[in-house]
């Protein structure tokens, strides 16, 4: 059973820094997709960063040049670094997974969805 844990959240004045771990089980890091979410009472939930089993990586716009996911095989651990935070940006983060299938000739992350969630760690960013 996939499990994801959340933890390196906090509170940052603008300008800041913080490093969000996922620490995942039941799986290897290496052989599923993940990616980054956040979500304010106020806005809908946002799709921040994606990581395919290649190490390949997408951003969102509004944190791109700033955010950067990786993971580290050994630690069985993805991380989401996060350098010149915005107020914006204050919101609960959720890392999730999904597994690779075989579609169209080769492997490639499942479109549908994101099957397995972490229970979140809160950002505050104040000005």
């Known amino acids: 059973q996939v499990q994801l844990v959340e933890s390196g959240g906090g509170s940052v004045q603008a300008g800041g820094s913080l490093r969000l771990s996922c620490t995942v089980s039941?799986?290897?890091?290496?052989?599923?997709?993940f990616g980054w979410f956040r979500q304010s009472p106020d806005k809908e939930r946002e799709e921040v960063a994606v990581?395919?089993?290649?190490?390949?990586?997408d951003y969102a716009d509004s944190v791109k040049g700033r955010f950067t996911t990786y993971r580290d095989d050994a630690k069985n651990t993805l991380y989401l670094q996060m350098n010149g935070l915005k107020p914006g940006d204050t919101a609960m983060y959720y890392c999730?997974?999904?597994?690779?299938?075989?579609?169209?000739?080769?492997?490639?992350?499942?479109?549908?969805?994101?099957?397995?969630w972490g229970q979140g760690t809160q950002v505050t960013v104040s000005s």
């Open positions: 039941g799986v290897t890091v290496s052989s599923y997709c």
């Open positions: 999730a997974a999904r597994e690779m299938v075989w579609m169209n000739k080769k492997w490639q992350c499942n479109p549908d969805s994101f099957p397995y």
């Open positions: 990581l395919d089993r290649a190490g390949t990586t």
